[in-house]
C-alpha cells in the first residue's frame, strides 16, 4: 500500500522506489512473524540435517491495534484524497450539523441523505473542521472499532489463539485500508455492524444484569448503523434465527430479553430521526431517508445497469423528495411486475458486481482521490495514478478471492466438526446472506458487501484454529466450548 501512494505522491519515486519498498515491507513481514532471531532447532535437526522455523507466532491483539493505527495514518497521510460525490454531502452535512445549522443539501433536501454518518462525523469536524485531519480521526476511531470487535468474534468462534490473527487481516484489508482518509459510510457500517454482533455475542454469555447492559449497546450500533444505511433494519429484525446457538445455554425467556433489549436500543436510536423527519415533512412519514425510493427506481427500470445510474427511464430525481420517493417505489416495483425475466437477468448482473471485486477503495482513494475526474479533466492512462490504481485494484481482488476461499473452507470445517458450532457460526454468515439478498433488488457493487467482511474474517480462520480451544468467551456461553472439548 504505501508503495504504491509514494508512487504516485512522491515525485521521481518510479518504479525503483516502489521495488525497494516492497523488499523493505517483505523483510519486515518475514522478521515480524517467523522471529528468525528466536529459531530453535529441535533434537531431529540433529539426526535430520535441516531446521525449521517456529510456528507462526501473532503479537497481543493490543500491539496489532497501534500497528493497525499507526499504518491507517500512514495511508490517510499519503493519500489525503479530495471528498467528492457522496463523501462531499456528507461532509457538508457534517458540518452543518458540528454548527447547529440545518440538516439540508445544497439540492434543498430535508431527508434526502441518511444521517448516521454525518452525526458520527459531527464532533470531528466541530475539533478539526471539515478537514483531512478530521476525516482520519473519525475513521481511525472505526477502524480501532471494527479491529477489536473482528477480533472478539474470531475468539469466541475460534479460541483465544485466532484473535490476534483476525484483527491483523482486518488491519490489511486493502478495501478498508485504502478508504483511510475518505470519507465513507461504509466504514461506519462495518465497524458498528461488527461491534454489534460481537456485543450481542457477549450479551449472551454473560450472566445477570450483565447481559442487558451490553445488549444496550448492541441495539445501538445496529440502530446507528440503520441510520447510515436504512436496509440493515431488515437484518436486525433476523437477529433471532442468527443467535439461536445461545438457546443451546439459555432459557427462551432470557434469549427473548437479551434480544428484546437489543431491539429496543435500535428504535430508541433511529425513532428520534424518523420522528424529526415526520416534522420537516408536516407529519407526512418518510422512513430514515428519502432516497430509498430513487435507488430503488434506479435499480430497477428498463435501463437499469445493476450498478448506479443518473436516472431511470423516467426522469424523477427533478421532483420534490417525498414524491421521489413514493413514485420510485411504485415504478420499481410496476417494472419487476411486468418484467420479471428482465428483473432476473438484472438480479444476476447485481449479483456479479457485489462479488465481483473489492475495489471500492482503491477507486476513491486513489483513481478518483485527486478530484480531476469530477472537476471534468480526463485521466490518462498511462500516469502513475492510473497505474497505482490498477495494482491497488488487484491487490484488493486478490485479498477477496483469498478471503472468500478461506471463509468457504471454515464453514466446512465447522460443519464436519459439530452441528452446535455451525450454528454458532451463522451471525458470521447471516450479513453476509443478507447482502446477496437485498442487493439483488437495489443498486449493487463491490462496497455492499464491505459491511459483511469483518464477520467473514472470523469465519475464515475456523478450518485454522479448532472452537474446542474457546474458553469462556465461546459461542452462546462456555458450557458449548466444554463439551466439545471433552468429546474431542
Known sequence: MLSIYANVTLPGWGRAGALLTLLGGVGVLWLGAYRPWRWKLPDAFVRAGAGFPRPLQFPPVRHVLLFGLALHVAVAALS??????????????????????RYVDAFGHLAFWPAGLPLYLAPFVRLFGAT?????????????????????????????????????????????????????????????????????????????????????????????????????????????????????????????????????????????????????????????????????YRANNPAASGSWIPEGEIAITH???????????????????????????????????????????AYWAIKRGDGRL?????????????????AAKLLSLFFWIALGCMAIRGLRALRRRSREQTEAALPLLYPFLYGVAVFALFESGDRQHMFAVPPLIALALAHLYAPEEAGRGGPAGSETGRRTAQAA
Open 80 to 101: 489525503a484524497p479530495i471528498p467528492q460525490a457522496d463523501g462531499a454531502a456528507y461532509l457538508d452535512l457534517a458540518e452543518k450539523l458540528a454548527h447547529g445549522r
Open 132 to 296: 483531512p485531519i478530521a476525516i482520519a480521526a473519525a475513521n481511525g476511531v472505526l477502524y480501532l472499532l471494527g479491529a477489536a470487535s473482528v477480533a472478539y468474534l474470531a475468539q469466541t468462534l475460534c479460541g483465544h489463539r485466532a484473535a490476534a490473527p483476525a484483527a491483523l487481516l482486518f488491519t490489511l484489508w486493502p478495501g478498508r485500508l485504502l478508504l483511510a482518509g475518505v470519507v465513507a459510510k461504509e466504514l461506519l457500517c462495518l465497524g458498528l455492524v461488527a461491534a454489534s454482533l460481537a456485543l450481542l455475542l457477549a450479551a449472551f454469555a454473560s450472566p445477570g444484569p450483565r447481559a442487558f447492559i451490553r445488549a444496550l449497546p448492541a441495539g445501538a450500533a445496529m440502530g446507528w448503523a440503520a441510520l447510515a444505511q436504512p436496509g440493515l433494519l431488515l437484518l436486525l429484525l433476523a437477529y433471532p434465527p442468527m443467535f439461536r446457538a445461545a438457546l443451546k445455554t439459555l432459557s427462551w425467556q432470557r434469549y427473548l430479553a437479551i434480544l428484546a433489549t437489543t431491539l429496543l436500543s435500535a428504535v430508541l436510536i433511529v425513532a428520534p430521526w424518523m420522528l424529526r423527519n415526520c416534522e420537516v415533512f408536516s407529519g407526512q412519514f418518510c422512513g430514515v431517508a428519502t432516497n430509498g425510493g430513487s435507488v430503488f
Open 319 to 361: 421532483m420534490p423528495e417525498l414524491e421521489q420517493n413514493r413514485l420510485g417505489f411504485e415504478l420499481g416495483k410496476q417494472w419487476l411486475r411486468e418484467q420479471p425475466l428482465a428483473a432476473l437477468a438484472l438480479a444476476v448482473r447485481k449479483e456479479i458486481l457485489l462479488l465481483g471485486g473489492d475495489a471500492y477503495g
Open 374 to 390: 469530477d472537476a471534468g479533466i480526463r485521466q490518462d492512462p498511462d500516469t502513475p495514478r492510473e497505474s497505482a490504481y490498477r
